[in-house]
C-alpha cells in the first residue's frame, strides 16, 4: 500500500480534526460547484447555513485550475455570507 504524501492543506485539516475542532475541508472546485447548484436551485441560504456547522472551513487548492467569471462572485458571496 503506498502512501500519498500529504499536501499542506491536508496537514492543517487533519490537525484540526486531531483537536477535535468541527472543520471542513473542501477543494475550492467542489466548494463552487456546490454553491452554484444550490444556487441555480435558489438554495444557496440552505448551503451556506449548512456550511455554517463547521468553525472553521478549509478550502484547498483556491488558486488552482480554469475559473469561470460565476466562479469568484459565488466565494465572495459565501465569504460576505452573515450566519446571524
Known amino acids: 500500500m503506498q502512501h500519498r504524501k500529504q499536501g499542506h492543506t491536508q496537514a492543517f485539516a487533519a490537525a484540526l480534526v486531531a483537536n477535535l475542532i468541527d472543520s471542513g475541508l473542501f477543494?475550492?472546485?467542489?466548494?463552487?460547484?456546490?454553491?452554484?447548484?444550490?444556487?441555480?436551485?435558489?438554495?444557496l441560504l440552505v448551503a451556506m447555513a449548512h456550511l455554517e456547522n463547521y468553525r472553521v472551513l478549509v478550502i484547498d487548492?483556491?488558486?488552482?485550475?480554469?475559473?469561470?467569471?460565476?466562479?469568484t462572485p459565488i466565494l465572495f458571496e459565501l465569504i460576505a455570507h452573515d450566519p446571524t
Not at 477543494?27 to 438554495?43: F, G, N, P
Not at 487548492?61 to 466562479?71: H, L, P, Q, V, Y
Open 27 to 43: 477543494s475550492a472546485t467542489a466548494l463552487v460547484q456546490l454553491l452554484q447548484l444550490a444556487k441555480r436551485e435558489l438554495d
Open 61 to 71: 487548492d483556491i488558486s488552482n485550475g480554469k475559473k469561470t467569471e460565476a466562479d
